[in-house]
């Protein structure tokens, strides 16, 4: 299996920040990544596929970039209802793998 | 506007089956475009794909849970369903059922709400 990296595993931020989490597979998935958001209690939400799409609705302050082994997530100033978990997901080779979570806390 | 629902029993003892169905409204399993999955989730922790089923009744399974697993679908109700052999308290968590197209990429666009599921006697 592939196995998906992410870090930090948690955040402290303020409104109005950038911050970047990462995502690290254990061999070359190409472009093949998406990334989901998961507020608490709720199924997760995807923003992102192909590493740098977004989806139709998800606000411009997201972004994606990467390929290969290495992947970005970023979010251009973050506001209240951002502060979630977010999670990598690869899909290149099955089975499909999920990186373990990213909590982006208020600091 | 898609919409999965998943239902099932909160609580199953060792050693049982878990048993969970995801009714589909909104859209037809049996367009052939979709692959319909299982995730999970344990408490607190990452998700973890449990695999899919096609409409045609082909799978993939992911081999971690493989020996234990049998997936169907039932196109006359629009549903398909889980069936996880053997539970111990490592099968707790919330499952969700979810919908990915059967063309790159795979993306889960539409999720259920999730069913915690307890594995306890």
């Known amino acids: 299996d592939i196995q998906m990296t992410q870090s930090p595993s948690s955040l402290s931020a303020s409104v109005g920040d950038r911050v970047t989490i990462t995502c690290q597979a254990s061999q070359d998935i190409s472009n093949s990544l998406n990334w989901y958001q998961q507020r608490p209690g709720k199924a997760p939400k995807l923003l992102m596929h192909a590493a740098s799409t977004l989806e139709t609705g998800v606000p411009s302050r997201f972004s994606g970039s990467g390929s290969g082994t290495e992947f970005t997530f970023t979010i251009s100033s973050l506001q209240p209802e951002d502060f979630a978990t977010y999670f990598c997901q690869q899909y290149d080779h099955l089975p499909i793998t999920f990186g373990q979570g990213t909590r982006l806390e208020i600091k | 506007q898609v919409q999965l629902q998943e239902s099932g029993p909160g609580l199953v003892k060792p050693s049982q089956t878990l048993s969970l169905t995801c009714a589909v409204s909104g859209g037809s399993i049996s367009s052939g475009v979709y692959y319909w999955s299982w995730i999970r989730q344990h408490p607190g922790k990452g998700l973890e794909w449990i695999g899919y089923?096609?409409?045609?009744?082909?799978?993939y399974y992911n081999p971690s849970l493989k020996s234990r697993l049998t997936m169907s679908v039932d196109t006359s109700k629009n549903q398909f369903s889980l069936k996880l052999s053997s539970v111990t308290a490592a099968d707790t968590a919330v499952y969700y059922c979810?919908?990915?197209?059967?063309?790159?990429?795979?993306?889960?666009?539409?999720w259920g709400q999730g069913t915690l599921v307890t594995v306890s006697s």
């Open positions: 089923i096609y409409v045609s009744g082909g799978t």
């Open positions: 979810a919908r990915t197209s059967v063309i790159s990429p795979l993306h889960f666009d539409y």
